[in-house]
């Protein structure tokens, strides 16, 4: 079995149920990394993974940034197994941004890394505020990689694993599906 799988279902990451994603679309499982993330060794291991597909793709990497929330650590100790500092984005009046003093060295090799790769809105996000402080993205990084895919508009993602779960817009959720009260992870808030 994937390490990674592994890990995730030992810390109950792998939920089960009915979840109304930040996407719009529903789905009947999700990965809530915070659960593997909660636990220190595990995280550890995770990053040390994802640290080992950076280096086997050979993605070049002077500095790690993290999209809060689900990006903070994990880009912390990405960073840590490969030997360069991290910082974090976050949302500053609903616009993704750089504060807290970090800054970027224009022409600095940046890793983009994530708990859930699924779209990329949110690394696509911190994407544009590196760009426009003039680093270069070489790639991006996840525990999960939910997208389906080896690379987002010509980014190479490094994940620990990948996991492929089903999705439905809102007017073709499966009857079974609809009959369980929907969830919005993260918040854990139902959703009348």
Known sequence: MDRTIELLKKSNALLEGHFLLSSGKHSNKYVQCAKLI???KY????AEIIAQKVKEKGLEVDLCVGPAMGGVIISYEVAKALGVEAIFTERLEGDM????GFTIEKGSKILVVE????????SFETIDVIKQLGGEVTGLAAIANRSDQ??????PIAAATSVHIETWDADKIPEDLKKIPV?????RITVE
């Open 38 to 40: 909660q636990n220190p």
């Open 43 to 46: 995280c550890q291991e995770v």
């Open 97 to 100: 941004t750089l504060r807290r």
């Open 115 to 122: 708990d859930v790769i699924t779209t990329g809105k949110s």
């Open 150 to 155: 080896e690379q987002l508009h010509g980014y």
């Open 183 to 187: 969830v919005k992870p993260g918040s």
